[in-house]
């Protein structure tokens, strides 16, 4: 069974860093803002369906009409092995993601402020077994997120800004554990449905964050503990036609978001480099579904 999906997603992306709530004077922060414009996305997905194999291929893509420095863009890859073994069930994705906005730094002291563009790259890859049904999950995300952002090396007794802050672009790598509750992929490779569709995973994990300009300062950056969210809840329905061709149409709300917290406990020297930041990636969605 082949379908193909053509949609609409309104895309909203907001970015904070936070690491300047650890500092113990709050006119050391340099306050950070991201910006990239909301607005629509168009999406595109295809789904295959042949005996115990499942492959679902999206990509989204989001211009803004104002800036071409104002971009989103993902292509997400899934693979499920589907009641090969009786609730068994085996699924792989990946997941690219690449974005550009703007970026805001203000410096507390003394109300210095600084403007420029940012570019992030995300790379995900997650493997999920569905051992006693097929909706509950388990799994393991692998995961890494490149960004510019404000750093501070503190003094781990007393939390005093020890000499060094700015901005700098920051590689994150770590890995999450993970528990997923999902009817989305059986309802994609569906062709008669009528009712609620939905995906909600959570993770928790570590991040390891170094510099991609100053390997020397990669020594005194804390470690992370992170956790994240990836909801889609929503409608579907699809008609089963009489003859070789079905329809359907989706309607629901995505809601993606993560949140980093600097672990200076995890750096055995007298000072740590702390960065955080939250993320969130959210906005409603419509599909129209063609199946063959």
């Known amino acids: 069974m082949l379908s193909v999906d053509a949609g609409m997603w309104y895309i909203s992306w907001n970015q904070a860093s936070t690491a300047s709530d650890m500092l113990k004077n709050a006119s050391d922060a340099i306050n950070t803002t991201y910006n990239i414009e909301s607005s629509l996305a168009y999406v595109m997905k295809l789904n295959l369906k042949y005996k115990y194999l499942s492959w679902s291929t999206e990509y989204y893509n989001k211009a803004s009409a104002s800036s071409s420095a104002d971009e989103a ?111 989305k992929r059986i309802v994609d490779v569906k062709t008669n449905y009528n009712g609620l569709v939905y995906s909600a995973s959570y993770g928790i994990g570590k991040l390891s964050p170094t510099s991609t300009t100053n390997a020397a300062l990669n020594k005194y950056y804390a470690e992370s503990d ?62 129209l579904t063609l199946s063959y």
């Open 73 to 183: 863009s993902g292509l997400n890859i899934g693979i499920s092995l589907l009641d090969y073994i009786p609730y068994i069930n085996v699924e792989m994705k990946y997941v690219k993601a690449d974005f550009k906005g703007g970026i805001n730094a203000i410096r507390a002291s003394d109300g210095a402020t600084s403007d420029g563009s940012f570019a992030t790259t995300l790379n995900i890859a997650d493997i999920i077994i569905y051992p006693f049904n097929d909706y509950l999950g388990f799994g393991y995300r692998s995961y890494e997120y490149e960004v510019p952002q404000d750093l501070y090396l503190i003094d781990n007794s007393d939390g005093t800004l020890a000499g060094i802050s700015g901005i700098d672009d920051i590689n994150y790598k770590g890995s999450f554990y993970t528990v997923v509750l999902d009817n």
């Open 226 to 287: 992170a956790q994240y969210y990836d909801v889609l809840v929503g409608y579907a329905y699809k008609v089963k036609s009489k003859d070789s061709f079905d329809y359907g149409v989706t309607v629901g709300y995505r809601y993606n978001k993560i949140v980093t917290s600097a672990n200076k406990a995890s750096n055995s020297d007298n000072y740590s480099l702390i960065t955080e930041f939250n993320t969130e990636f959210h906005g409603p969605i419509i599909n």
